[in-house]
Each structure stands twice: as C-alpha cells, then as structure tokens.
C-alpha cells in the first residue's frame, strides 16, 4: 500500500505562483511514477504533470507548459508542483497519483492510488 498527502493549496491571485505537495508513505519502492491530475466542478479529471519515480521521464499537459515544474525529492518521498503565472482556469482541486507500472502517464486509470486532494483556487 502507498499513502499520498497533497498540502500546499489555497487562494492565490491571477498571475501569483503556488507549490504543491505530495508526500508518499508505505511501499514506495514499489512506485514507478507520480502524476498531479486536477478537477474542476462538472469536469472530468485532467492530466496535468508526470515524473517517474526515478525522475528519468517529465510530461506535461499542454495547458501549463512553461508555467508548471514538477520535481522530487526522493530522500523525503515527497513530489512537488511548482505552479507560476495562474489563472482562473487553473482553479481546480488538484490530486497526487502514484501507478506502480510503465502505462499511459496522462490516463488516470493506470493510476493505483490517489490522494485526497488539494483545493487551488485562482482570483482573477
């Protein structure tokens, strides 16, 4: 089992920056990669950023290249989002994701576990 805690949420203003993080506990040698999904309401879940667990592979959405960095910390099992330049349509509830095997890294259904979430909301 892999436990997924996401913090770093909150208000921010439109042009404003946020980190998020995801800390894993349990099994995580057993992880293969982490993915941050977000969901706004009446809208399906949406890929946002991977990393593999070794930080060999990085995707991102189109919708935030150049503006999201995702990275990790091993030592601390701890994956980040760093956010830059927000705006309003980045106001969703963001989840961490952790899959244990190679698959579609933008299909939240190769994902095993999920966090609670995190709620990041853009002023504009």
């Known amino acids: 089992q892999v436990q997924l805690v996401e913090s770093g949420g909150g208000l921010v203003q439109a042009g404003g920056s946020l980190r998020l993080s995801c800390a894993a506990s349990?099994?995580?040698?057993?992880?293969?990669?982490t993915a941050w999904f977000r969901q706004a309401p009446d809208q399906d879940r949406e890929f946002v950023s991977h990393?593999?667990?070794?930080?060999?592979?990085?995707y991102y959405a189109d919708s935030v290249k150049g503006r999201f960095t995702i990275s990790r910390d091993n030592a601390k099992n701890t994956v980040y989002l760093q956010m830059n330049s927000l705006n309003a349509e980045d106001t969703a509830v963001y989840y961490c994701?952790?899959?244990?095997?190679?698959?579609?890294?933008?299909?939240?259904?190769?994902?095993?576990?999920w966090g609670q979430g995190t709620q990041v909301t853009v002023s504009s």
């Open positions: 990393i593999t667990w070794a930080g060999t592979r990085i």
């Open positions: 349990g099994r995580t040698s057993s992880i293969y990669g």
């Open positions: 994701a952790a899959s244990l095997r190679f698959g579609r890294f933008n299909d939240p259904r190769e994902y095993n576990y």
